[in-house]
């Protein structure tokens, strides 16, 4: 190797850390942003518990009329919902909703599937 290609590998190898480090510190810090929004969310409900209660019917019935379906506080969806294709998926097999529950246990990403 000669002098000009060791330094554009150290280049390289330079801009990849910074990258790395810049990855890591966005993860860290929308961690703590999803741990703080997630107690500031529940202090409202705590404080607020018939405004939060309504708000979270209309975003329930927002995201049914999408065909989103919501859990339950079991984990199950809703008998209505039944056995549906997950748009998310690239092979169209058939889901149970147990088996949504058991992913959205996992993720703790929220109401959408």
């Given at each position: 190797?000669?002098?000009?290609?060791?330094?554009?590998?150290?280049e390289?190898?330079?801009?990849?850390?910074?990258?790395?480090?810049?990855?890591?510190?966005?993860a860290?810090?929308?961690?703590?942003?999803?741990?703080?929004?997630?107690?500031?969310?529940?202090?409202?409900?705590?404080?607020?518990?018939?405004?939060?209660?309504?708000?979270?019917?209309?975003?329930?019935?927002?995201?049914?009329?999408?065909?989103?379906a919501?859990?339950?506080?079991?984990?199950?969806?809703?008998?209505?919902?039944?056995i549906?294709l997950?748009?998310?998926?690239?092979?169209?097999?058939?889901?149970?909703?147990?088996?949504n529950?058991?992913?959205?246990n996992?993720?703790?990403v929220?109401a959408?599937?």
């Amino acid at each position: 190797m000669n002098l000009e290609a060791k330094r554009r590998m150290k280049e390289k190898d330079k801009a990849l850390e910074k990258r790395m480090r810049n990855a890591e510190r966005r993860a860290v810090w929308l961690r703590n942003y999803q741990r703080a929004r997630g107690r500031a969310l529940t202090r409202l409900a705590q404080q607020y518990p018939d405004q939060f209660k309504e708000i979270l019917e209309e975003e329930r019935l927002s995201d049914e009329a999408q065909g989103k379906a919501w859990l339950d506080i079991s984990g199950t969806t809703r008998d209505d919902a039944g056995i549906y294709l997950s748009p998310h998926r690239q092979d169209s097999s058939y889901r149970s909703g147990q088996t949504n529950a058991d992913e959205q246990n996992q993720s703790n990403v929220g109401a959408e599937e």
